[in-house]
C-alpha cells in the first residue's frame, strides 16, 4: 500500500479510501484525496458517506454469515 500512499506522504495532502464495489470476492475502493490541511472536510465527507451506504453482504472469503 505504501505506493499508494506515499505520495500523499511526501506533500502534505489528506487522503483516504472507502469501498466502493465488491463484486465477487476482491474489494474496490476509491482513494479520495483533499487539498492541504483540508482534513476535516476528508473526514466529513467519510462520516457522511458512511452513514449514507448501503452495507455489503458478507464476503465469502471471511466465513462471515
Same mark, same amino acid.
Given at each position: 500500500? =505504501?505506493?499508494?500512499t506515499?505520495?500523499?506522504?511526501v506533500?502534505? @495532502?489528506p %487522503?483516504?479510501? &472507502?469501498?466502493? @464495489?465488491?463484486?465477487? *470476492?476482491?474489494? &474496490?475502493? %476509491? *482513494? =479520495?484525496?483533499g #487539498? @492541504?490541511h483540508?482534513?476535516e472536510?476528508?473526514l466529513?465527507?467519510?462520516?457522511?458517506?458512511?452513514a449514507? #451506504?448501503?452495507p455489503?453482504p458478507?464476503?465469502?472469503?471471511?466465513?462471515d454469515?
Amino acid at each position: 500500500m =505504501l505506493a499508494n500512499t506515499g505520495p500523499f506522504n511526501v506533500t502534505g @495532502h489528506p %487522503a483516504l479510501t &472507502i469501498p466502493v @464495489h465488491s463484486p465477487g *470476492m476482491l474489494p &474496490i475502493g %476509491a *482513494m =479520495l484525496v483533499g #487539498r @492541504h490541511h483540508a482534513d476535516e472536510d476528508l473526514l466529513a465527507f467519510a462520516e457522511w458517506d458512511e452513514a449514507h #451506504r448501503e452495507p455489503y453482504p458478507p464476503s465469502p472469503s471471511t466465513g462471515d454469515v
